[in-house]
């Protein structure tokens, strides 16, 4: 059996979660950054979204 890591990914459009916005202070300054947030296996996961990606969601 394959067990390749690209096999077992999920098919895109079935999210099982959200996203929501934090407010990261850096250098005194504000900067509102992304995270997605789902739970698998019981497990609360929270993932970075990175700007360049935002526009693909």
């Known amino acids: ?3 390749s890591p690209s096999k077992n990914r999920r098919c895109k459009g079935e999210g099982n ?3 929501y916005w ?3 202070t850096k250098n005194g300054k ?3 950054q ?3 947030h789902w739970q698998e296996n019981g497990q609360k996961k929270t993932k970075y979204i990175p700007k360049k990606l935002l526009g693909d969601i």
């Open 1 to 3: 059996m394959n067990n």
């Open 17 to 19: 979660g959200s996203i």
């Open 22 to 24: 934090r407010t990261i």
């Open 30 to 32: 504000d900067y509102p």
């Open 34 to 36: 992304a995270y997605y």
